[in-house]
């Protein structure tokens, strides 16, 4: 997790780029640093640890450059070590970056052969020699950055800076959030607004795909096709809230389109992206001889443990028993002895979770829980902690935080495969692949939004909704379910696709919109021959899926099509257009999407 500032402005920057950091050290205090054009040349200082160690280099050796990029690091690629700390820099150029970049290994080969070299161990410095090295063809560091851009694969934020520009920064969104500030005769970039506020409340927020160009004067901004395009600038209410909305209309909607940064921060906890596989806490136990684990949770985070299960099954050959927290509290289940024991709660607060927790500790498992917040009464109880690094979440209805809950399943999947000798370190690096691109996919499913609305429109008539999926699909299919009914109060019930035809399928006819969560996996083909008997009868099927169209092979409401991915991400992809169409349908009815009615964020009673 990084935070990214960058400031053109009238007088030496540097105090103010550190005042901007202070406010984004909450994504991450591992190392710091500043990079200022001073007299056409490129100064920085950095620090290893929190910020105040940069402050007070900067108080022995000054920068007195007036334009200039910060940044405030939480490691992912690299130790947390002042070498590995941004800004990353050539003679000609010097960027600031939060995110991943997937290429990173081949660009840094090239680049390397062509005689770059290479003094740090992070993906940050391939955009640098990438940048560099067009620079060399032709001396303009927009076309420059437009190249380099192109070449560059993953979700990312940068901002960059130019030997001999004092008056040009330039700015580039994928998948990581951008901010653009509007002062007088001076701009302004930063991770978030809240980062800005003590300059200015006039902010532009960057879309995804968007380059901008900076200067003192204003910002031109060219969308992913680099057609130059007008994005509004609106009033933020940073400075008096620590939480924003950004130019969201929900916390909801923002927390939907976090998720590309927030599933990068939480895999990068768990995953040592240089070598390409999981990197966990010691669980204090051996994994390789695992008889059985047990996972509860609630609600949504119960949702997730239903992914784990089938994650852990398939690829780690461990069963799994999940329960929802309500019902293994009081059931008296026999665990075996030195079992694992794993909850998964966002609030870490669910009072039936925590119960289970407890009488799981007095069977004498083994404690581990995937909590958003760490100093949560859950985690505290817990022998190991996994966090997610969702941040806070401030919409009731989960979005962000489960997705992170899957990232972190993920990674202890592999973990556990390792340990038993299941997963190859062939396929770990597969997985761990497919995993990093993870935030990539998901910011693509999020780029079209006008056919959420679209579909919400007719949805937002229907008085029942049927969710279908099949596999590891099922879990998303009930999520999908208790999104809507919870935040658009339409009745939906999510099945097992091939329980369709043991009850539900009385409930078809013209007026229930069925929507089916079918991937192109090794189960697709049985959930279309289970769409086909919902089409025989006159239902509407909505198809969320990566392939055509005319794949279900009947007529279909809609078509969602999600990006070809590793199948054994999907349940990450897929939870997005299910999130979307909750969203945009109850956005359609009017209710109260952050805080729907008789719903509570945290469930702290029984
Ligand atoms: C409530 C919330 C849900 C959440 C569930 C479990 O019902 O509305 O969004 O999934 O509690 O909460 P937890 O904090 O334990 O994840």
Known sequence: MCGIVGILGSQPVAHDLIDALRRLEYRGYDSAGIATVENGHLERRRAEGKLRNLEQRIGEDPLKGKTGIGHTRWATHGKPTETNAHPHMSEKVSVVHNGIIENFRSLREELTAKGHVFDSDTDTEAVVHLITEELSRADDPIEAVSEALQKLEGAFALGIVFAGHDDLMIAARRGSPLAI?????????????????????????????????????????????????????????????????????????????????????????????????VDYPDLGLDLSDLSRITISACGTAYYAGLVGKYWIEKYARVPVEIDVASELRYREAPLPKDGLALFISQSGETADTLAVLRYCKEQGQRIASIVNVRTSTIARESDV?????????????????FTCQLAALAGLTLLIGRARGTISPELEQELVQGLLEVPRHMAEVMADEAQYEKLAHDLSKARDVLYLGRGINYPLALEGALKLKEISYIHAEGYAAGELKHGPIALIDENVPVIVVAPSDDLHDKTVSNVQEVAARGGKIILISNGDEDSAGCELMAHIRVPDAHPFTNPLLYAVPIQLIAYHTAVQMGTDVDQPRNLAKSVTVE
Do not use: C, W
Not at 193 to 203: D, Q
Not at 209 to 234: N, Q, S, Y
């Open 385 to 401: 902690i996994l966090p997610t690094l969702a941040g806070p979440e401030i919409g009731v209805a989960s979005t962000k935080a």
């Open 181 to 277: 500030g509007h002062g007088d005769d001076a701009m302004y970039l930063g991770s978030d607004a809240i980062a800005l506020a003590p300059f200015t409340n006039k902010i532009t927020y960057l879309e995804e795909g968007d380059m901008a160009v900076l200067t003192r004067k204003g910002a031109e901004i060219f969308d992913a096709e680099g057609e130059k395009v007008e994005r509004p600038a609106v009033i933020s209410q940073a400075s008096s809230l620590l939480v924003d909305k950004g130019n969201h209309r929900h916390f909801m909607a923002k927390e939907i389109h976090e998720q590309p940064e927030v599933i990068s921060h939480t895999l990068s906890h768990y995953i040592d992206m240089a070598e390409g596989r």
